[in-house]
């Protein structure tokens, strides 16, 4: 089984799962432009690194309300009752959202050194979590402004330089898992109870420590999408 034939059916298993348990299921695709920001084992930032496309998915689980006030109020629950007692809080909780999921992302970069051109091509899978807080507008639409923390693994990737291919899941700065913040804002418009459509426009950043005679290297992927939110 090759590489997209494994996140398709990832994608369709998470898509089951949450069609099993939740109420709201978010699906979004767009365009990624990443940043490669590297520096040597003396620490100085090299240039020559141009920033490159790629494509961006995501799906995940969106719970609307991080406390529904029309719930707690009636159940007998300790954190129900808790909450009941402290209104303020409730009602802070409940203009919190969030998302649960997963996330395809191509981080890519292009470049040339003395007159050598490369390119870099890598495919990451990750998981992701967005916790936001959505401000209600005119004409039923809203903005929903989220902070993001994710983690990523390579599963392909090539540099190519000098008319040879190399294969980056092998090279240890893209191997390992990459943990990533950031943050995001959707336009969000309903078209119905059912359905929801929305653009989004996010910003997130890998950190790595700098140590002393070491090379790292951050990416720094922004993303513009669009999608639609099922109200299952």
């Known amino acids: 089984?090759?590489?997209?034939s494994l996140l398709i059916g990832l994608i369709l298993f998470i898509a089951v799962q949450f069609n099993g348990f939740t109420q709201q299921v978010k699906l979004s695709q767009g365009i990624a432009i990443t940043q490669f920001d590297y520096s040597n084992n003396e620490g100085q930032s090299i240039g020559g690194l141009k920033s490159g496309s790629g494509l961006s998915f995501q799906v995940a689980y969106h719970k609307a309300n991080l406390v529904d006030s029309t719930k707690y109020l009636?159940?007998?629950?300790?954190?129900?009752?808790?909450?009941?007692?402290?209104?303020r809080l409730a009602q802070l909780l409940s203009w919190l959202n969030?998302?649960?999921?997963?996330?395809?992302?191509?981080?890519?970069?292009?470049?040339?050194?003395?007159?050598n051109a490369f390119s870099y091509q890598?495919?990451?899978l990750g998981l992701q979590t967005k916790l936001g807080v959505s401000i209600p507008l005119p004409l039923?639409?809203?903005?929903?402004f989220q902070g993001i923390a994710s983690v990523h693994?390579?599963?392909?990737?090539?540099?190519?330089?000098?008319?040879?291919?190399?294969?980056?899941?092998?090279?240890?700065q893209f191997s390992g898992l990459k943990m990533m913040l950031g943050f995001g804002v959707d336009v969000e418009k309903?078209?119905?109870?059912?359905?929801?459509?929305?653009?989004?426009?996010?910003?997130?950043?890998?950190?790595?420590?700098?140590?002393?005679?070491?090379?790292?290297?951050?990416?720094?992927?922004?993303?513009?999408?669009?999608?639609?939110?099922?109200?299952i």
Not at 74 to 87: E, F, G, S, T, W
């Open 122 to 124: 890598t495919d990451f």
């Open 98 to 115: 969030y998302d649960v999921g997963i996330s395809f992302i191509q981080m890519n970069a292009v470049g040339d050194i003395q007159q």
């Open 1 to 4: 089984m090759n590489n997209k």
């Open 190 to 231: 309903r078209f119905s109870e059912k359905l929801a459509g929305f653009a989004s426009y996010q910003y997130q950043q890998t950190f790595l420590p700098t140590s002393a005679g070491e090379s790292t290297l951050n990416f720094k992927p922004t993303t513009g999408s669009v999608g639609i939110r099922f109200l």
């Open 140 to 144: 039923k639409t809203s903005i929903n």
């Open 153 to 172: 693994k390579i599963v392909h990737g090539n540099q190519f330089l000098m008319n040879r291919y190399i294969d980056l899941t092998l090279d240890p």
């Open 74 to 87: 009636i159940n007998q629950k300790p954190v129900d009752i808790y909450l009941a007692q402290h209104r």
